[in-house]
């Protein structure tokens, strides 16, 4: 249940844009963080069961952009914290799987760029 507080509530979203919101969002995961490094510590093979997990969670492609940074920045703390020793590199993996999902569901809603006319000099 701690990877649940890997994304913010919806409801406090909006507040990341604020300086109260940033700080609370670092003490909550400053938190999780250590209770999952502390977890790690007294059984160390449960950061394995851990990347189900997070793949499980992940926000979908349609979600908020401040979701998906968040989530992603706490799957970077993981493996760059003293957990990282333990997961490999499967949460890049994650991350770049993610970005690729990213990539091609943009494909398939292209946005115009320039205009269709051409233009005579």
């Known amino acids: 249940m701690l990877v ?3 994304m913010p509530r919806l409801s406090f979203v909006n507040e990341l844009n604020k300086p109260r919101g940033v700080v609370k969002k670092e ?4 938190r999780v963080h ?3 490094i502390k977890i790690t510590k007294m059984m160390p093979l449960v950061p394995r069961r851990l990347c ?16 998906m940074e968040i989530f992603v920045e706490n799957m970077l703390r993981l493996e760059s914290g003293p957990i990282g020793e333990y997961l490999g590199s499967t949460v890049l993996l994650l ?3 993610r970005l690729v999902d990213l990539d091609v569901s943009t494909l ?12 005579r000099y």
Do not use: R, Y
Request: charged letters at 10%; aromatic letters at 4%.
């Open 95 to 97: 991350v770049g799987d």
């Open 4 to 6: 649940n507080n890997f």
């Open 27 to 30: 003490q909550v995961l400053n």
């Open 52 to 67: 189900p997990i997070l793949e499980q969670w992940m926000p979908h492609n349609s979600a908020k952009q401040e979701v």
């Open 108 to 119: 398939k809603n292209p946005i115009s760029l320039c205009n269709t006319q051409t233009h």
């Open 34 to 36: 250590s209770a999952l």
